[in-house]
């Protein structure tokens, strides 16, 4: 397996990212948000890239095991580090960047129902 630790390794440096954002801001707040909505931005950008990456990249390891084709995963690989990228700029780093929260969600979705997809294919084409 080579491809799927490229992503998981990129992936992780983003969430680094975003766990010192959430460090950064939390000044006296120990535990959850302290009524601040900036600091429960970062938590929620953080949580919700906690919520989804690892099942994503869960099917990204099982599609190529099971011998994807290396285009497909690069390909389900970029556009999950693109879609958190943009979803975490957007609760993170502002909160004017409606763009980057709607596609990275949007991406993020498509990613699920095609990540499902194959992995449930993969599975059945094994099973016969």
């Known amino acids: 397996m080579t491809?799927?630790?490229l992503y998981a390794g990129l992936l992780a440096l983003w969430f680094l990212v975003l766990s010192a954002r959430v460090i950064q801001k939390r000044d006296?707040?120990?535990?959850?948000d302290g009524g601040d909505?900036?600091?429960?931005?970062?938590?929620?950008g953080h949580a919700n890239f906690a919520e989804y990456?690892?099942?994503?990249?869960?099917m990204i390891g099982m599609l190529e095991l099971g011998?994807?084709?290396?285009?497909?995963l690069h390909l389900l690989g970029a556009t999950l580090l693109v879609a958190r990228v943009l979803h975490g700029v957007a609760l993170s780093f502002t909160d004017k960047w409606k763009f980057g929260r709607f596609?990275?969600?949007?991406?993020?979705?498509?990613l699920l129902l095609v990540g499902a997809l194959l992995t449930i294919w993969q599975g059945v084409r094994g099973l016969a």
Do not use: E, N
């Open 3 to 5: 491809i799927t630790p």
């Open 28 to 32: 006296k707040v120990s535990l959850g």
């Open 37 to 44: 909505p900036h600091l429960l931005r970062r938590i929620r």
């Open 53 to 58: 990456v690892p099942l994503i990249l869960l």
């Open 67 to 72: 011998g994807m084709r290396a285009w497909v």
């Open 103 to 110: 596609y990275g969600t949007l991406l993020t979705f498509i």
